[in-house]
Structures are given as C-alpha cells and as structure tokens.
Nanobody
Framework: QVQLVESGGGLVQAGGSLRLSCAAS????????MAWYRQAPGKQRRLVAG???????DYADSVKGRFTISRDNAKNTVYLQMNSLKTEDTAVYYC?????????WGQGTQVTVSS
C-alpha cells in the first residue's frame, strides 16, 4: 500500500509563491505518472499538472507559465512550484500516483491566496 503525504500549503498573498511537496512511502519510479489536482469549494477536482515516469509534463491552461511540476525519484517526492499565485488558485491540492492497476491519492493540502 502506497501512502502519499502532501505538505507546503498555506496562506499567501496574490502574486506570491508556494512549493508543494508530495512524499511517497514507496518508489515513485514504478508509477506511470504523478500528478497534482485541486478542488475548490463546490467544484470538481481538476488536474493541475502531471509528470510521467519519463519526465514529460502537462499543465492545465490556467496554470501554464506559473506552475512547475518536478520529481525527485531518489527522494520519492514530487513537487509543485507555484508562482504568481492568484485568488482563483485557492483550493485543496491533492497528489495522485497513477499505477498500472490502481491510483493512489494523498489527503490534500490547503492553499489559500488572499487578495
């Protein structure tokens, strides 16, 4: 059973930056991809950014140019660097590990961007 633990969330002013971390209890190299999702109150959970085991990345249009996803296989950790934060980025951010047979989710970390 893989466990994912997110950290790094918090309260930041618009225009500021945060770096989220997702630490896995096992090797992340075995997963097809790792991703960050977010869910704002009353809205569906949506993909923010993803990174494959080969290092290819994908981003939601709303965060392109502002967010960067990266992975450190040696530390079994995935990061989300968030710059130029906007109030609409406020949400609970979740880490996901996509395996061949099943997906794993973290418990989420709250990001609140104030104006």
């Amino acid at each position: 059973q893989v466990q994912l633990v997110e950290s790094g969330g918090g309260l930041v002013q618009a225009g500021g930056s945060l770096r989220l971390s997702c630490a896995a209890s096992g090797s992340i190299f075995s997963f097809n991809a790792m991703a960050w999702y977010r869910q704002a109150p009353g809205k569906q959970r949506r993909l923010v950014a993803g990174i494959t085991s080969g290092g290819s990345t994908d981003y939601a249009d709303s965060v392109k140019g502002r967010f960067t996803i990266s992975r450190d296989n040696a530390k079994n950790t995935v990061y989300l660097q968030m710059n130029s934060l906007k109030t609409e980025d406020t949400a609970v951010y979740y880490c996901k590990a996509a395996g061949s047979l099943m997906n794993y989710w973290g418990q989420g970390t709250q990001v609140t961007v104030s104006s």
